[in-house]
């Protein structure tokens, strides 16, 4: 049921994007751009490690991430920019106790992220141009060790890449490959949890 709320949730916001990009827009040429991506990530620190118990042991592992994008240009070089994305992952376990049979399994999850950043083009030259990007959000989704991320809770980004234009007569549409550090906040019970992951994108944007 979760899969497929998701599933309705990015086909929404497809179906917002395609008509505002088919509509002339009244603001200026290129004023909104969109975008759509998928790519894979890993996580980084403790929160990822095999933590290994008397019985049982477990580890928790990232895996393919897909999102879209809506950016308001300010300027060619500033954008203010709203993303929704999707990151799924897996917690692998074995269990062992000397007189119960051995047996492992897995559990799948999901993080759902909105983020609110800024886009800032620092280079340019002919259809090649890089960009910095940072914010934050929120995330939910429940994993962790000890169940430490659960419910809703708060992330920041920071990330940069290239966009690789297709039109030699403007920016878009245009490749966009790039890559991003989200560090996880969680004051759960009074105590902050915190985890780090990276994550790599390519995708589309028009």
Not at 25 to 47: I, K, M, N, Q
Not at 66 to 73: C, I, M, Q, S
Request: charged share 15%; proline share 3%; aromatic share 16%.
């Amino acid at each position: 049921m979760r899969r497929r709320g998701l599933l309705c949730l990015f086909a929404v916001v497809l179906g917002w994007i395609a008509p505002a990009r088919i509509m002339p827009s009244t603001s200026g040429p290129d004023r909104w751009v969109f975008g759509v991506y998928a790519g894979w990530s890993r996580g980084l620190g403790w929160e990822f490690d095999w933590h290994y118990r008397s019985s049982i042991s477990d580890r928790t592992s990232l895996q393919l991430h897909f999102g879209a994008y809506a950016r308001y240009e300010i300027s060619r070089l500033l954008g203010v920019q709203v993303d929704l994305n999707y990151q799924s992952g897996l917690n692998e376990w074995t269990f062992s106790y000397w007189n119960w049979p051995k047996t492992s399994g897995d559990d799948r999850f999901g993080i759902t992220a909105l983020s609110l950043q800024g886009v800032v083009h620092v280079y340019q030259i002919k259809r090649l141009r890089a960009y910095l990007q940072g914010g934050g959000g929120f995330s939910a989704g429940s994993w962790g060790e000890y169940g430490g991320f659960s419910g809703t809770y708060y992330h920041l980004l920071a990330g940069a890449g290239i966009k690789i234009g297709i039109s030699a007569q403007d920016s878009h549409p245009a490749l966009n490959l790039g890559g991003s550090l989200l560090h996880l906040i969680n004051p759960l019970y009074g105590v902050v949890r915190t985890a780090d992951y990276v994550r790599f994108q390519v995708g589309f944007e028009f």
